[in-house]
């Protein structure tokens, strides 16, 4: 539960408006909350009282919460909204973390940024005030902006390392509603089928046996379709921090989308070790399932061991997750400092357990990438897609192609540059 404060209660009070204003907090904030469950708080509040705050507290949780991914988000909205003493100092804080000498430095909580959101939208930020004798006259400049693509348009192209904060906050938003379809699988097992091509003698006989021995219809089967496993490997090495930060946001989505397709998909982090993220991401909130992620992987913005990260990876994992015609994919930068002759071999090893094996490559945005590092020469051969992987177009580019078997990417062309 959130840090309670004390309630100290005005002379005029306006409980009832302020209830509601909460809860209209919380809606923005992303829980369902209607007017009857704003009525039903306030009768609740009505007749519990308002002398202890922590049963205050209980009661709006009671009202408002009824699922478990909403209790960090309201136990923020709640933290800063009834009584901190600074909260609006610290919701500009939590929009604007570039600024300093608001608060003092800490750690950011979960659903913090939701939090403050759902209480600043609509919130103006008071201008600085004029020196005397400046002049207020403003010089108006008009800018014709017919040719210039959309925002959104722009924000689709613009690299992820090149974003500001609240470019990468709506990047998210808008990654939180791609989805990554794949097709299913067909397997030896059977369904029944009018137009199926095997004959299911089984359920043939144990009709005939109704009818007397007689066979008057052939029951048929076609292949039952299954759905592989999606397998994950992010580099959070220093090079790659902006980048995963904003991927592990996509994988988030893709985890947690109803009907996606895939059977199961599970993720890793890899930079001086490897990490299982696998069950953070199962959570439904995206704050707290990236804080508890982080807090897993304890080499965020370290070195690069690509080889020994893909030897465990093999050595532990691979048979637990790699079934079923697993699709694999690779999310680094490729700078490596392990032997190249080590990465080659644990390249190969994990493109024989896959089904298909997509390397997304941030580097490339760059036209005149080539592939010169040892690490990238020793990795390409054993690849089946190599994609860019730097903005949400790419991210786009690689729903529409994984599961096209025929699809290589910018492999060929960079196999042909090698030495």
Known sequence: MAEQIPLDIPEQPKLA??????????????????????????????AAGFTEKRDFYWTLHACFVNKPEHREVFAQIFRLYWRDPRYLEQMMAAMLPAIRGVQEDREAQAAERRAAEAL????????????????????????????????????RTLDFELMSTEEIAQAKRM????????????????????????????RTLRASMRQGGEIHDISRLKPRPRWPNLVVLCDISGSMSQYSRVILHFLHAVSNAKGAGWAKVHAFTFGTRLTNITRHLAQRDVDAALKSAGAEAQDWEGGTRIGSCLHEFNRDWSRRVMGQGAVVLLITDGLDRDAPDQLSHEMQRLHLSARRLIWLNPL???????????????????????????SIAS?????????????????????????
Do not use: C, Y
């Not at 760059?366 to 190599?386: C, N, R, T, Y």
């Open 395 to 419: 991210l786009q580019e690689l729903a529409e192609v994984i599961s096209r078997p025929d699809d290589v990417g910018e492999k060929a062309r960079l196999m042909a540059a090698l030495p």
């Open 17 to 46: 408006q302020n209830i509601t204003h909460f809860a209209r907090a919380l809606r923005k904030a992303g829980l369902p909350i209607g007017p009857g469950r704003v009525i039903d708080a306030i009768h609740a509040v009505e």
């Open 120 to 155: 600043l939208d609509g919130v103006e930020r008071e201008a600085p005030p004029q020196e005397e004798g400046e002049s207020s006259e403003e010089t108006e400049i008009e800018i014709d902006a017919s040719r210039t693509m959309s925002g959104e348009e722009r924000l």
């Open 175 to 202: 990654l939180a509603q791609l989805s990554l379809p794949v097709k299913p699988i067909p397997s030896r097992r059977g369904m029944a089928s009018l137009r199926g091509t095997r004959v299911d003698w089984r």
């Open 364 to 390: 490339l945005r760059w036209e005149g990438f080539a592939p010169k590092a040892q690490g990238i020469a020793a990795m390409l051969p054993h690849v089946d897609s190599f994609r860019a992987g730097h």
